[in-house]
T-cell receptor, first 111, second 116 residues
Framework: SQKIEQNSEALNIQEGKTATLTCNYT??????LQWYRQDPGRGPVFLLL?????KEKRKERLKVTFDTTLKQSLFHITASQPADSATYLC??????????FGKGTKLSVKP | KAGVTQTPRYLIKTRGQQVTLSCSPI?????VSWYQQTPGQGLQFLFE???????NKGNFPGRFSGRQFSNSRSEMNVSTLELGDSALYLC???????????????FGAGSRLTVL
């Protein structure tokens, strides 16, 4: 069955640094991969979607890469701020549909 | 426009009881998906409804069921509650039924169920 892993349960970094989160998957090569942000007591919020033929995608301070050979996606937050502290989830988007989520990485950005 | 609304936000039940959770999707969205979130297992897909029909179902026992009404509102029910059913139950809506590459979900805030 499909397996998706986010390597770190938690990541602590200093404000202003770049946070890099990793998402690995096995057994299947999805055409799409998504990243969500979840704050305590709230549902996940969609951030970015990347297609397999898009090696990199950017949105403001966010950057996502997708390496289908390594079966890995990297999620970067540049110039991180304390307000970026949250849990970040990656999700595979395989046919026929219904997303498969990783367990998430809890990011803490210290001032 | 209003987001996805889930009720109740918090509830406490005892083992053996049953519970019904409600979800109102974004206006115009016709697909509703349900996920269970626990610290150990993360987000796990329960089922998806589109136009009042269950389209997909995750690997959960038959105690977990759902339905969708003609106005796209959805309910999920868990019967004979077990301690392990304690979780955050999340509902998400999309405009259309799930298909590859088009499944950007808008989630509600969830219903936190505690089973004692």
């Amino acid at each position: 069955s499909q397996k998706i892993e986010q390597n770190s349960e938690a990541l602590n970094i200093q404000e202003g640094k770049t946070a890099t989160l990793t998402c690995n998957y096995t057994n299947y090569s999805p055409a799409y991969l998504q990243w969500y942000r979840q704050d305590p007591g709230r549902g996940p919020v969609f951030l970015l979607l990347i297609r397999e033929n898009e090696k990199e995608k950017r949105k403001e301070r966010l950057k996502v890469t997708f390496d289908t050979t390594l079966k890995q996606s990297l999620f970067h937050i540049t110039a991180s701020q304390p307000a970026d502290s949250a849990t970040y989830l990656c999700a595979l988007d395989p046919p026929p549909g219904n997303l498969i989520f990783g367990k998430g990485t809890k990011l803490s950005v210290k001032p | 426009k209003a987001g996805v609304t889930q009720t109740p936000r918090y509830l406490i039940k005892t083992r053996g009881q049953q519970v019904t959770l409600s979800c109102s999707p974004i206006s115009g969205h016709r697909s509703v998906s349900w996920y269970q979130q626990t610290p150990g297992q993360g987000l796990q897909f329960l089922f998806e409804y589109f136009s009042e029909t269950q389209r997909n179902k995750g690997n959960f026992p038959g105690r977990f069921s759902g339905r969708q009404f003609s106005n796209s509102r959805s309910e999920m029910n868990v019967s004979t509650l077990e301690l392990g059913d304690s979780a955050l139950y999340l509902c998400a809506s999309t405009l259309w039924a799930s298909r590859a590459g088009a499944n950007v979900l808008t989630f509600g805030a969830g219903s936190r169920l505690t089973v004692l």
